[in-house]
């Protein structure tokens, strides 16, 4: 059975990239270079972890929770 080779698609062009190739994971400079910018130009953002002092330093990620604000009001929607 052939192996097969280790690759993965380019993070701006979407074009596939062998693990071979020196500017893995981009396919070229020019791809890095844009994928730079957006990081200079805060593009891309890592969030950061909510940290509770009382659970001893522990991090926590929490997803926005739904209120009842959030929720559609039915009783707008019919008619008198």
């Known amino acids: ?14 074009k596939i ?14 791809c890095r270079t844009i994928d ?9 953002v ?5 940290n509770d002092p009382e659970s001893g330093g522990e991090t ?3 997803s926005p929770k739904r209120t009842l604000q959030d929720e559609p009001d039915d009783t707008a929607r019919k008619p008198n």
């Open 17 to 30: 990239v062998l693990r071979s190739e020196p500017e893995f994971p981009f396919c070229s400079e020019r």
């Open 46 to 50: 890592v969030s950061t972890p909510l």
């Open 1 to 14: 059975m052939p192996r097969k080779k280790a690759s993965l698609r380019c993070p701006t062009c979407r």
């Open 36 to 44: 730079l910018g957006k990081w200079a130009s805060g593009g891309y």
């Open 60 to 62: 926590e990620y929490h």
